[in-house]
C-alpha cells in the first residue's frame, strides 16, 4: 500500500500531464503493480464520485478543465473580429471557459456554431482561459430550428412551423431549457436519428407564445437568421458620435432641399429640390438636385459599426417593426435628413433638358438643412389644389418646380420604355395590439413616382461618375431572363389570347407591348405576376452587366445608405475619386468587392423572404376567423401538389391540395402549367376565376388550404370535387398508413 497515492498526487499529476490519464499511465507513473491496481482503481472511483475527476472512454480528467485537444465551437465574434470558442461538451461546475480562437491566413473562415477540433493552450493574464489551434473543421454550424415545444415524459419534442413541413426533433429532459407546454423555441440539432426515428435537439432560446401579436415577425426573424441586437460595442460607438461642422463642406443649408416619405417612416435618407435652369443654352431645362445622407463619415471602414452593418447588409421591414442596419442613434438621428437640423450629406446636382434627358451632373460633400419633412399624400394633394398649412408656403418655389421637372424626366423614361409592371403594393394595417384591423392595397400617387425617378436618376449619375473616374464599385445588376422563362411566359399568355413574338432579341418594350395587350382584361393580373416570374433577381456585382429591367446600361444603389450597405459601399467610391476625406473606400474593401456583392445580395433575398413570411402569416389570422366563408379568387400558381389561388380582397395564396380535388389522377404539365383530371378532362391553368371555400388558416405556419368549389363559374365534374369522408379513400388511406409502418418495421430490420 506504500506505493498507493493519495488523491492529491493523482490529481495533481493529471493537471500537469492532460495528455497522459488513463488508468495504465497513472500506475505506471506512480509504479503500482499487481494487487495494488485495485486500491488504484477505487481511488480514482472516489474522486470521480466527489466530482473532482471525469472518467472519459478510459481517461480521466478535470471536469473543471479541458483536455489538450478537444472540440470546439464557435461561439463569438468580438468588436475586433476575433473568434471565441467553446466547449462542445461542459460538464465543469462553472461558467466553460472563454477560449480565443488563433487562425493561419491558409485556413478556411469560420462562422458561428461552427465545430472544430483544436489544440488548445493553456493561457492566464487575460479575459479568456485558452488558446485554440486549429486542426480540422468538423462540422459547419447546425442550422437553427424554430417550433412549438410539446412536453412528453422523455422529455419534449419540436414541432415545425414551416408551411408543409412534417418534421420533428425529440428534446431529451435535460435539453428543454424549462421551456413550456405550447411555447415557441429555437434550438439546434444535436445528434442523428434516435430509436423513436427523430432527430435530437437541444434548446437554445425560449422566445414566448407564438400566438401573441409580436410573434408574427419574431418568428421570421429567428427562421432566416436576421441579427436583431446589436453587440454593445456598436451600440456604443453609434451613441458616441457628434453632429458634424461645415468644415470643408460645400454650404447647402440655403437649398429648400425637402424629405417626401411615408407617413410612418422614421429615417429620413434622401431630399430633393428642383428649379428651372437659367442657362440660356438650356431653354426650358430642369435642375435637380439630390441629397443623400452621409452614413460614410460615420461608419467608417473596419469600425465596430461597419462590420454590423455589413454582417447585417440592409434594414427589414415588417408591419410592426423594422430591423435596422445601423443603431437608432445614427438611423433615426445623426444620419436621418430631420426637418430644421443640419446634417451631412453627398449631393448631386443633375441638369435635364426640356425632354427631361440628363445633360450633366456633379457630386458634391455638404452640410444641410431640410425645411419639411413632408409625406406623400399631403405633397399630392396639394399640387392638386388642396395644400395643409405646412405644405402651401412651399407650393410655388418647391413642389412645382419638383412636379415640372419630374414631368419631363417621364418623357425621357417612356422613350427608355423601362419594364411597366402594375402590381399593387399591399398594405396591412395593427391597431395598438398587434392584431391586423385590415389589409387593403396602396395607392400609387405621381408623389412616389416622382421621388423614384429622381432616385433613379441620382443612382444613374453615381454608377457613370465611378465609372468616368475609374473606381471600383458595385453596381446593380439585373440580367434578361433565361430563354425558358421566357418560352413559358409566351406559352401562358398565347393561352389568354395574347402575343409575344419570337425570335428576336428581348427588349423591355416587347414585355411592355404584351403588357398593354392585357391592361384592360380580366388577365391583367395574370400577365404582370407572369411576367415578374419570368424575371431574374437583381443582385450586387463588381462587374456592370446592366440592368434590364430599368432598360440602363449603368446603375448602382446610391440613394439609400441608412438601410442598405451597397449604397454605403458606392458613398466611399465616391468620396475616394473625389479625394474628400480618409474615410472613402480602403484598399481592403476594393480587394474583397465581389464577396461584398454577394453577401448582401444573399441578406437581401434572406430579408424578402422573411418579410414575405410575416406578411403571410399577418394574412392567415386576419382570415383565420372567416374559416368556412365563400371566397373569390383566381389562380395564381400550379404545382404537382395543388394549385394556388389568391383570393381577391385581400391578396392572400391559398393552396387547393390535389388530393381535395377529386377522386381521380391529376397530370402535371409543368410547361404549360396546367393540372389535367385522368377521369374527367377537367384542366386548371393559371389566370382561371375560381370560388373557393377556406378551410384551413394556420397564423403560425401562415398556410391558407381552400376547397375549390367552381370553375369559371361552373360547379366541378362529378367525378371532380371533394374527397368524400370514409369510403374508399379512408380504406385506402389505412392501408398506405399500415403499408409505410411495414416498410419502416423492415428498414430498422435492415
Not at 481511488?43 to 478543465?65: C, I, Q, V
Not at 443612382?459 to 439585373?478: C, D, G, I, T, Y
Amino acid at each position: 500500500m506504500k506505493n498507493i497515492p493519495t488523491k492529491e498526487d493523482i490529481l495533481t499529476w493529471i493537471s500537469n500531464n492532460p495528455t497522459k490519464t488513463s488508468k495504465r499511465d497513472i500506475a505506471r507513473a506512480f509504479g503500482i503493480k499487481g494487487a495494488d491496481r485495485i486500491d488504484l482503481k477505487r481511488l480514482l472511483k472516489e474522486l470521480e464520485a466527489e466530482g473532482h475527476l471525469e472518467k472519459r472512454k478510459k481517461t480521466y480528467r478535470d471536469p473543471d478543465s479541458l483536455p489538450p485537444v478537444s472540440v470546439l465551437r464557435v461561439s463569438s465574434i468580438d468588436g475586433d473580429g476575433d473568434l471565441f470558442l467553446e466547449p462542445v461538451d461542459w460538464t465543469g461546475d462553472g461558467v466553460p471557459p472563454r477560449i480565443l480562437f488563433i487562425a493561419k491566413g491558409t485556413e478556411p473562415a469560420l462562422a458561428e456554431g461552427d465545430r472544430v477540433l483544436c489544440r488548445l493552450t493553456k493561457v492566464s493574464g487575460g479575459d479568456y482561459a485558452y488558446e485554440a489551434r486549429l486542426i480540422r473543421r468538423i462540422g459547419i454550424g447546425p442550422a437553427k430550428i424554430l417550433g412549438i415545444f410539446k412536453k412528453t415524459a422523455e422529455g419534449g419534442r419540436i414541432m415545425p412551423i414551416d408551411k408543409g413541413s412534417d418534421r420533428e426533433w425529440r428534446v431529451p429532459a435535460g435539453a428543454t431549457e424549462g421551456a413550456l407546454e405550447g411555447e415557441l423555441v429555437e434550438a439546434e440539432q444535436t445528434g442523428p436519428k434516435s430509436r423513436l426515428g427523430l432527430p435530437l435537439a437541444r434548446i437554445t432560446a425560449r422566445l414566448g407564445d407564438p400566438t401573441e401579436a409580436k410573434s408574427v415577425s419574431l418568428i421570421a426573424i429567428h427562421q432566416h437568421g436576421i441579427p436583431d441586437d446589436f453587440p454593445a460595442e456598436v451600440i456604443a460607438q453609434a451613441e458616441a458620435a457628434k453632429p458634424v461642422k461645415l468644415g470643408k463642406r460645400e454650404d447647402l443649408r440655403d437649398l429648400p432641399l425637402i424629405t417626401i416619405d411615408p407617413f410612418d417612416a422614421r429615417d429620413h435618407d434622401d431630399a430633393c429640390y428642383a428649379h428651372a435652369d437659367d442657362d440660356p443654352k438650356n431653354p426650358g431645362g430642369h435642375v435637380v438636385w439630390v441629397a443623400i445622407a452621409d452614413v460614410a463619415h460615420y461608419v467608417t471602414p473596419g469600425s465596430a459599426l461597419d462590420r454590423e452593418a455589413r454582417k447585417r447588409g440592409n434594414s427589414t421591414y415588417f408591419p410592426d417593426r423594422v430591423v435596422p442596419m445601423l443603431p437608432d442613434a445614427l438611423s433615426g438621428d445623426l444620419c436621418s435628413l430631420h426637418e430644421g437640423v443640419e446634417r451631412p450629406c453627398v449631393a448631386v446636382r443633375m441638369v435635364l433638358d426640356a425632354d427631361g434627358h440628363k445633360i450633366s451632373h456633379r457630386f458634391t460633400r455638404g452640410l444641410m438643412r431640410s425645411p419639411a419633412s413632408l409625406n406623400y399624400q399631403e405633397v399630392q394633394q396639394a399640387f392638386d389644389g388642396s395644400p395643409n398649412d405646412k405644405v402651401a408656403p412651399l407650393l410655388e418655389d418647391v413642389i412645382k418646380p419638383l412636379y415640372a421637372a419630374y414631368y419631363a424626366a417621364q418623357q425621357s423614361r417612356d422613350k427608355r420604355q423601362p419594364l411597366n409592371l402594375d402590381l399593387p403594393e399591399r398594405r396591412i394595417t395593427l391597431d395598438e395590439t398587434g392584431k391586423v384591423t385590415s389589409v387593403s392595397f396602396k395607392d400609387r400617387l405621381d408623389a412616389h413616382k416622382l421621388i423614384e425617378e429622381f432616385m433613379i436618376l441620382a443612382n444613374v449619375s453615381a454608377a457613370e461618375e465611378l465609372n468616368k473616374r475609374k473606381s471600383p464599385l458595385l453596381f446593380r445588376v439585373h440580367e434578361e431572363p433565361a430563354p425558358e422563362k421566357l418560352d413559358a411566359l409566351r406559352e401562358t399568355a398565347q393561352a389568354s389570347g395574347f402575343v409575344l413574338a419570337k425570335g428576336q432579341v428581348l427588349q423591355t418594350s416587347h414585355l411592355n407591348r404584351l403588357l398593354e395587350q392585357a391592361a384592360d382584361t380580366e388577365h391583367v393580373e395574370l400577365m404582370n405576376i407572369s411576367t415578374l416570374r419570368s424575371m431574374t433577381q437583381a443582385y450586387y456585382a463588381p462587374e456592370n452587366l446592366g440592368h434590364f429591367g430599368l432598360a440602363l446600361r449603368n446603375y448602382a444603389h446610391f440613394t439609400s445608405p441608412i438601410r442598405r450597405y451597397a449604397d454605403l459601399i458606392v458613398h466611399r467610391a465616391l468620396i475616394s475619386a473625389h479625394k474628400w476625406g480618409d474615410d472613402g473606400l480602403s484598399s481592403a474593401e476594393m480587394e474583397e468587392l465581389k464577396q461584398t456583392g454577394e453577401h448582401i445580395s444573399e441578406t437581401e433575398r434572406r430579408s424578402m423572404m422573411a418579410e414575405r413570411d410575416t406578411v403571410d402569416r399577418y394574412l392567415a389570422a386576419y382570415l383565420s376567423e372567416r374559416v368556412g366563408a365563400e371566397m373569390e379568387g383566381r389562380i395564381s400558381g400550379i404545382a404537382k401538389f395543388g394549385v394556388f389561388v389568391r383570393l381577391d380582397g385581400s391578396g392572400a395564396d391559398g393552396l387547393v391540395p390535389v388530393r381535395s380535388i377529386g377522386r381521380e389522377y391529376f397530370h402535371h404539365d409543368r410547361d404549360a402549367q396546367t393540372l389535367t383530371g385522368e377521369s374527367s378532362g377537367l384542366t386548371l391553368s393559371l389566370g382561371q376565376r375560381v370560388l373557393v371555400r377556406l378551410a384551413e388558416a394556420e397564423p403560425v405556419t401562415g398556410g391558407l388550404v381552400v376547397d375549390l368549389l367552381e370553375l369559371e363559374g361552373k360547379a366541378l365534374p362529378k367525378t371532380a370535387g371533394h374527397r368524400r369522408p370514409g369510403g374508399g379513400s379512408r380504406k385506402l388511406a389505412k392501408h398506405r398508413k399500415k403499408g409505410a409502418k411495414l416498410k419502416k418495421k423492415a428498414a430498422r430490420r435492415r
